[in-house]
């Protein structure tokens, strides 16, 4: 029958050679059913078509639309657009229904049903025909929200890191957060018959007519190399930020992923010309509808499946930059990739295409929101899986005469997908230095912990899927820069990377270096054995803490004591608290540096240690194997030496340290000493004060 109905629309439409195999190939790989015409019509979808346009309509499943609950067989959408092109003028005239029916079932908030109400009461006063659609995100998480498309997560027993099997995302992972549930703060109305400044500017006449504030328009001109490929009018109506936006049909050259040809289109065209099939749905403002004009998002929905509307060779192809935005939403939604929308994934000419049309700073920005997501290691794993990773992360352009293989890639993704499992667990059994009720800060610091802190998180993700690799180039010899170069040319691998491959701010390239470095140093303490001093400082109970108004500390900034008893820092003698104070320089000079990441460091400290017991000792299980009893012990060992010194740091008084004041400025500093020349050595009087502070937390300048 494919063949039957290929040979029908060659012979019919009579395509050239080019648009004759592509349309062939698409029916194979949709597997198009041609029902009897007597009964069941070829339709096709939407107008204004030309012969390229035939791919989107074999691309579309073309048999009757399966009507979803609450919908009868009568219910049709009309189509405004009665004019035809030659090539629509001998196509059977039938219109296409789409799936629909899901309306009464989601849930719309007092504000969002406020907020429909107005643009309908406004559609109406002003005479327009317009059909308004919200289009994209909100209605697809509009519907996961409700019971029929709520998905069960994958369960809570801690999982292997490294598997025999190919993941394609889901399995094997926790999540951490969830994004259902949260309430949507922007709403993009998509108009069939105009564009959306003349609709915000009927939408300010209404309501100026009926005596209420209207709202200020702000035009977003095209910019394609934003990805804003036609003008939109954004304006703020309540609680939401609307977008408006007429629907549009493009058409792709070979060299560009920005459409050559673009247009008011079809609702149809409009659905097919999306990246997914699950964000091509639309919720019918008119009728309180949703539509489902590819025929298949209520069922990827449903069954938690990433797909594209039309082939998917061709549509990666057309804008390489959907293969992220796929791989994002798999592990965003926790869903997994559809076959054919894999094979093509890791088709040769998309990685090319990716690296060739897409500007590295809409590559580093899908790189970020995938690590904002509630599943970064699935998104990580799938861009190894899919041989994405080395076109993302483009090493070689920055590596120095570092060797680059898969396997730091491999090894990063292990040390992201321990790192993130054990965070998950502290949000179940959270030790007390990760309880922001039980945390001790001092010189006026309020901090967060890490399952607060989402940026945080998000950095500490980079740092752990990138920590192999500045591993890798620590170990080779630096080459001596001249001053002349400045310190550009001295910049590290990974500060190359995130700045210059995937325009990521400096700032959070300096932070995640921040993260590595610190993490380096917290595992040569431990390696060190100072988890002991750390085990005294909680068996001793030694606190210093921010002395108040009613402590007996006098003049002194900080309250010490030891075994319940007060400590006077700058006289006492006892060799326990000598030791703990040392242990406190110890932590201080790591703190100062990493400053309020000092948590996320930690933690990839753990998590490198918790990784290297892993290598060499434990054999590859298959997916979704429960860790071994043995290697949880030793797991459970490391996590209670970490927890012992990270509670031993909050009890002495450090985290907040990084805000200390010197008791001496620079000034003070002179006049006690006139002559000291500035330089070195003046520096190291300076940080002589600093440690002096650290070992006599209180004490006063005149000691």
């Known amino acids: 029958m494919i063949v039957i109905a290929s040979a029908r629309c060659i012979a019919g439409f009579q395509l050239d050679h080019r648009t004759a195999n592509r349309l062939w190939r698409l029916a194979q790989q949709q597997r198009v059913r041609l029902q009897a015409m007597d009964s069941r019509q070829l339709r096709f979808y939407g107008s204004e078509r030309y012969n390229n346009d035939l ?4 691309g579309a499943r073309l048999s009757e639309p399966v009507l979803a609950k609450g919908a009868s067989a009568d219910d049709k959408i009309p189509s405004k657009n009665n004019q035809k092109s030659s090539v629509s003028k001998s196509l059977p005239d039938f219109e296409f229904e789409p799936k629909r029916g899901y309306g009464p079932y989601i849930e719309l908030t007092d504000e969002e049903r406020e907020l429909f109400q107005l643009l309908r009461r406004a559609r109406k006063e002003t005479d327009l025909s317009t059909t308004l659609r919200v289009a994209g995100g909100w209605v697809r998480d509009k519907l996961l929200s409700t019971p029929e498309f709520t998905r069960t997560q994958v369960g809570e027993g801690r999982l292997t890191s490294k598997y025999v099997a190919t993941s394609m ?5 926790k999540v951490l957060a969830s994004e259902q549930g949260q309430k949507p703060v922007d709403i993009d109305v998509a108009l069939d018959d105009m564009l959306g400044r003349e609709f915000a500017d009927h939408l300010n006449e209404y309501l100026a007519k009926v005596g209420e504030e209207t709202h200020s328009v702000g035009v977003v001109l095209k910019n394609p190399e934003k990805s804003k490929h036609l003008e939109t009018a954004t304006m703020k109506v309540g609680t939401f930020w609307i977008d408006f936006v007429n629907l549009r049909a493009e058409e792709y050259t070979q060299d560009s992923r920005i459409p050559d040809l673009m247009r008011i ?3 149809a065209e409009d659905a097919f010309r999306r990246d997914l099939t699950i964000n091509a749905l639309f919720y019918n403002v008119n009728n309180g509808q949703v539509e489902d004009w590819t025929g298949r998002g209520f069922d990827d929905l449903r069954r938690g499946i990433v797909a594209t509307p039309l082939a998917p060779l061709t549509t990666l192809l057309d804008d390489p930059l959907r293969v992220l935005r796929s791989v994002r939403f798999a592990a965003r939604l926790r869903f997994t990739m559809d076959e054919s929308l894999v094979e093509a994934a890791m088709d040769r000419r998309v990685r090319e295409s990716l690296a060739e049309k897409v500007s590295r700073e809409r590559i580093g ?13 699935g998104a990580m794993r799938l861009l190894i899986n899919l041989n994405l990773v080395r076109t993302v992360y483009p090493v070689e352009n920055c590596s120095d005469g570092i060797k680059i293989t898969n396997e730091l890639f491999d090894e990063g993704l292990s040390l992201l997908s321990i790192t993130h499992e054990h965070l998950n667990d502290c949000k179940h059994f959270p030790p007390i230095w990760c309880q922001s009720k039980k945390s001790y800060t001092t010189h006026g610091v309020t901090e967060l912990t890490l399952r607060e802190d989402e940026d945080a998180r998000r950095l500490l993700w980079y740092a752990a899927f990138l920590k192999p690799l500045d591993d890798a180039a620590r170990k080779v010899k630096e080459i001596e820069v001249s001053k002349r170069q400045g310190k550009k040319a001295n910049r590290s691998t990974i500060s190359k990377l995130l700045v210059d491959e995937l325009k990521r701010p400096t700032r959070d390239s300096d932070a995640i270096e921040k993260i590595m470095k610190g993490a380096n140093d917290f595992t040569k303490l431990m390696n060190a054995g100072v988890d ?9 109970d030694i606190r210093i803490e921010d002395a108040d108004e009613t402590s007996d500390s006098g003049d ?5 004591s030891m075994r319940g008893k007060t400590v006077l820092s700058a006289t006492e003698d006892d060799p326990i608290w000598k030791h703990a104070m040392e242990f406190r320089l110890q932590c201080a000079e790591i703190l100062k540096k990493v400053g309020s990441l000092w948590r996320a460091a930690l933690f990839l400290s753990l998590s490198e240690h918790m990784n290297s017991q892993l290598e060499g000792e434990m054999e590859y299980a298959i997916e979704g194997d429960i860790v071994d009893e043995a290697h949880e012990e030793l797991h459970k060992g490391e996590i209670d030496r970490y927890d012992s010194f990270a509670t031993a740091m909050q009890r002495i008084g450090v985290i907040g340290i990084w805000e200390a004041k010197p008791l001496l400025g620079g000034n003070a500093i002179k006049k006690i000493l006139p ?3 500035k330089g070195p050595a003046f520096r190291e009087v300076m940080e002589e004060q600093e440690q002096w502070m650290v070992l006599h937390p209180g004490a006063g300048p005149e000691l």
Do not use: N, W, Y
Not at 532 to 540: H, I, M, N
């Open 55 to 58: 791919l989107d309509a074999i």
């Open 169 to 173: 995302g889901r399995q094997g992972t």
């Open 265 to 267: 289109g079809t609702p």
């Open 365 to 377: 920005c899908e790189v970020d929101l995938m690590f904002r997501s509630p599943d970064p290691v």
């Open 532 to 540: 002991l001093s750390a085990v005294s400082v909680l068996l001793c």
């Open 556 to 560: 002194s900034k900080f309250k010490c």
């Open 675 to 677: 002559h000291i020349p």
